[in-house]
């Protein structure tokens, strides 16, 4: 599937929140819920409206990932920048109906290309022990495993760790 990623604008808004009600359930499978607050339209506009003025300030970076024809089919970000030490946080998501066509590695080959640009040299990233997709695309991006908590946390009835990763910029 052909993908690119464009920056989150102010009129994304309203298809993002379809996007975010329609993939809700199958998100929570794999990483925390963002709770029931988020899904109320107002917040969800206050939420996105917070998310454009830390990128306008160069805190985050938040991108959706769209098909060739427009449609939301992904989102990643590049969050908590620390400019001194040229270090970002990866996030990313994708629709269910997107799954495991290889969006997520695209997308994520996507924004690290843009890094150079951006002058980061660093990016981290974390995902669940049970999220094995998420391991397998950080993995192919060139992401390093740098460490797993034994801490264990409980989601969806399973008892699970967190896995860290680490991409350092070669360019």
């Known amino acids: 599937m052909d993908i690119l990623i464009e920056q989150l604008d102010v009129t994304d808004a309203h298809n993002l929140y379809k996007f975010e009600l ?3 359930k199958f998100f929570e499978e794999m990483v925390p819920s963002r709770g029931d607050d988020y899904y109320g339209l107002e917040v969800f506009k206050k939420r996105h409206e917070t998310l454009l003025e830390a990128q306008a300030q160069g805190s985050s970076y938040f991108y959706l990932i769209k098909s060739t024809d427009g449609s939301i089919v992904g989102r990643i970000n590049l969050v908590d920048i620390d400019k001194s030490q040229k270090i970002g946080h990866l996030g990313y998501r994708v629709g269910q109906l997107y799954a ?8 994520v080959k996507l924004l690290l290309e843009q890094l150079t640009d951006q002058d980061i040299i660093q990016v981290k990233a974390k995902t669940t022990t049970n999220n094995i997709t998420s391991q397998k695309v950080l993995e192919k991006n060139g992401f390093k495993h740098s460490k ?4 264990e946390f409980e989601m969806n009835d399973q008892k699970l760790n967190f896995v860290y990763y680490t991409w350092t910029n070669k360019a």
Not at 100 to 107: D, E, L, M, N
Not at 148 to 151: A, F, G, H, P, V
Request: proline letters at 0%; aromatic letters at 6%; glycine letters at 6%.
């Open 22 to 24: 329609q993939n809700r």
């Open 100 to 107: 495991r066509k290889g969006v997520a590695k695209k997308a």
């Open 148 to 151: 797993s908590y034994d801490e």
